[in-house]
């Protein structure tokens, strides 16, 4: 991905988009060739391994663009829930940290979060260091 975004470099390219649909066109010739009699079982075998192929990237893309999709949001939740709790400095701390920094956040107690921002950015702490400095978890059983 580039660092910067212009108007040449702002198209989505879905490549695992284009691998299923490939797929799947290799899966519909095997099966065309298998109906006029070419290839036999082999042909067949080979539309089915297409298929299966189909399935397993329609798995990771739907995994994938659902966490992608959910981290936004938590995102936005964040910004919206730290406004109030934060001074400005620490909304420029809030701004330096990445969405997987804001995601862990996301556990932390209204209490502890303002302090855990600073310390986040300070000391760069990773999601996973984020999450065991909590003290007051805040469940998130909405998470797919």
Request: charged residues 25%.
């Amino acid at each position: 991905m580039p660092a910067e975004q212009t108007y040449e470099t702002h198209r989505h390219r879905p490549t695992l988009t284009t691998m299923g649909f490939f797929c799947l066109l290799a899966a519909a010739g095997a099966f065309a060739l298998r109906w006029f009699g070419v290839g036999g079982r082999a042909m067949f075998a080979a539309g089915l391994a297409a298929l299966l192929a189909c399935n397993l990237v329609l798995l990771v893309i739907s995994r994938a663009y659902i966490v992608r999709l959910q981290d936004r949001i938590i995102k936005l939740e964040m910004k919206l829930r730290l406004e109030p709790l934060l001074a400005p400095e620490g909304h420029a701390a809030a701004a330096r940290l990445s969405t997987a920094q804001i995601v862990a956040l996301r556990f932390a107690s209204d209490d502890e979060l303002p302090a855990l921002v600073e310390r986040a950015d300070r000391e760069h702490l990773t999601p996973d260091q984020i999450k065991r400095a909590i003290v007051r978890w805040v469940p998130d059983f909405d998470r797919t």
